[in-house]
């Protein structure tokens, strides 16, 4: 294994103590009096034998690593991972790097993450927080971490908060299903008490009511595989038989709604329709495509790093909480009925954001 590289081997390749080649790296050279030829020299070195610095070290040194920990409940969900790659885009250009990790939303899992990512020394957290995991939250807090959340947040702890409309996203999408002629609209959800799931369940509910119609809802367990899960929602559809529609609350439950539509032999969306909260890019290229709740990635993305970046700028300067909420737009697409018919209710104000970006 080739041997790492230290200051302590350069100085003495160089002839030149530790503590100037110390600044130099650091880019304190003219303050401390190093000349351009001695900074040019020490520099050319380091470019030429591939010196590193250790950021660990660094970071006891410095107090700071320019490293930042985002925690999301799955990196291979697609409306997390376009949250994490717009992060890090942005951040790398902003001097930083990030670390991260999927909580499975799982809270003993998610608080040793946490603990694992403080003993590196990041510099700030952003999260997507998984339930029971409100003190942990405010021991980064009291120990002066700048962590934003996202998603879905504790209003118990002072964060920056970033989510969606998700209250309004559900009823319009199932606004839109019974404008659509669709009268016995099912729910297929999660057994959660998150926040933005709660919030589509009552968005559903409270469209239902207004148009006089029944509740049909399904809660599926979050850990439960794709097999057991495509069997129940069949079970639900078979067992309700005045069902004329699905929605599913989040985009994995489709998945497997779809693959149980499909198993079951029912043609959508004349017998079946189908409107998704969270767009896929898989939804435009299922037959017939998805409608879908879309949630606006990059903008979310954008309030995170901004909310994050000035909270490491201003780092011991009280600066009240922010909670901003976006607002979601219906796609439309061919899986209900008369969707070539029906005008969807138009989110100017999400088009608007869009186009900032």
């Known amino acids: 294994m080739k041997k790492r590289i230290s200051i302590q081997d350069i100085a003495k390749e160089l002839g030149i103590s530790k503590t100037s080649i110390s600044w130099i790296i650091n880019g304190k ?6 000349g351009e030829a001695l900074e040019k020299r020490v520099l050319d070195h380091i470019a030429k034998v591939g010196y590193q610095p250790n950021q660990f070290a660094r970071g006891l040194r410095t107090g700071k690593t320019n ?50 990512f403080r003993s590196r020394q990041v510099d700030g957290f952003i999260i997507a927080p998984p339930p029971g995991i409100e003190e942990d939250i ?24 970033i989510t969606v409309d998700n209250y309004q996203g559900a009823y319009d999408a199932m606004s839109y299903f019974y ?8 729910f297929v959800t999660l057994i959660s008490d998150q926040m933005q799931m709660q919030a ?48 599913f609350s989040t985009n994995y439950l489709a998945y497997a709604g779809l693959e149980a539509i499909q198993s079951l032999g029912l043609k959508m969306p004349d017998e079946l329709g189908v409107i998704v909260f969270d767009d896929d890019y898989f939804f435009r290229l299922f037959n017939p495509p998805i409608t879908a709740v879309e949630q606006p990635i990059r903008k979310i993305s954008e309030n995170i790093i901004t909310l994050m970046l000035n909270k490491l700028t201003t780092q011991g300067k009280k600066i009240e909480p922010k909670n901003i909420v976006l607002p979601t737009n219906l796609v439309v697409r061919k899986s209900t009925r008369n969707y070539d018919v029906v005008k969807p209710i138009l989110n100017e104000k999400f088009d608007e954001e869009r186009q900032k970006v």
Request: net charge negative; with cysteine; hydrophobic share 35%.
């Open 138 to 161: 405010k021991g980064l807090l009291l120990d002066n971490f700048p962590v934003v959340l996202f998603d879905r947040y504790f209003p118990s702890v002072p964060t920056d908060n």
């Open 67 to 116: 490293t930042i920990a985002v925690l999301v409940e799955d990196i291979s969900d697609p409306f997390f991972a376009g949250i994490v790659r717009v992060i890090e885009e942005s951040v790398y250009t902003e001097g930083y790097k990030i670390v991260c990790s999927s909580t499975e939303n799982d809270t003993n899992k998610t608080k040793d993450i946490i603990a694992a």
């Open 29 to 34: 050279a003219k303050e401390n009096r190093i």
């Open 200 to 247: 589509r369940l009552n968005g559903y509910m409270r469209a239902t009511d207004d148009n006089k119609a029944d509740y049909y809802i399904k809660r599926i367990g979050f850990d439960q595989d794709l097999e057991s899960t495509v069997i129940d929602i069949k079970k639900f559809i078979s067992s309700n038989n005045a069902l004329d529609g699905l929605f």
């Open 179 to 186: 404008e659509c002629g669709h009268k016995n609209v099912g």
